[in-house]
Nanobody, 113 residues
Framework: QLQLVESGGGLVQAGGSMRLSCAGS??????IGWYRQAPGKQREFVAR???????SYQNSLRGRFTITRDYDKNTVYLQIDSLKPEDTAVYYC?????????WGQGTQVTVSS
């Protein structure tokens, strides 16, 4: 099975930026999505990139989130700009559509006001 590892999270002040990474062998042959789960809320879709790099975003997040692929590094990135406290969540990557049995640990993003 495809195994993906998220990294890059941490503590950041509101208004700052952060780039998350999703890495794994075989990732280049899969459509990949970023998802997040805030405290007390359901996991939600954030962004996705097709195998060829065509991107799509949740409409409410469009403009602050950018998903990109680096095929040489077998990595999919999520750039988050103008961070808001409500962006605080555990961020996960998975295939698109996600394999519901293969959610990983995710990476915690905490935004202070």
């Amino acid at each position: 099975q495809l195994q993906l590892v998220e990294s890059g999270g941490g503590l950041v002040q509101a208004g700052g930026s952060m780039r998350l990474s999703c890495a794994g062998s075989g990732i280049n042959n899969r459509a990949i999505g970023w998802y997040r789960q805030a405290p007390g809320k359901q996991r939600e879709f954030v962004a996705r990139a097709s195998i060829t790099g065509v991107t799509s975003y949740q409409n409410s997040l469009r403009g602050r989130f950018t998903i990109t692929r680096d095929y040489d590094k077998n990595t999919v990135y999520l750039q988050i700009d103008s961070l808001k406290p409500e962006d605080t969540a555990v961020y996960y990557c998975n295939t698109w559509p996600p394999n519901t049995t293969n959610w990983g640990q995710g990476t915690q993003v905490t935004v202070s006001s």
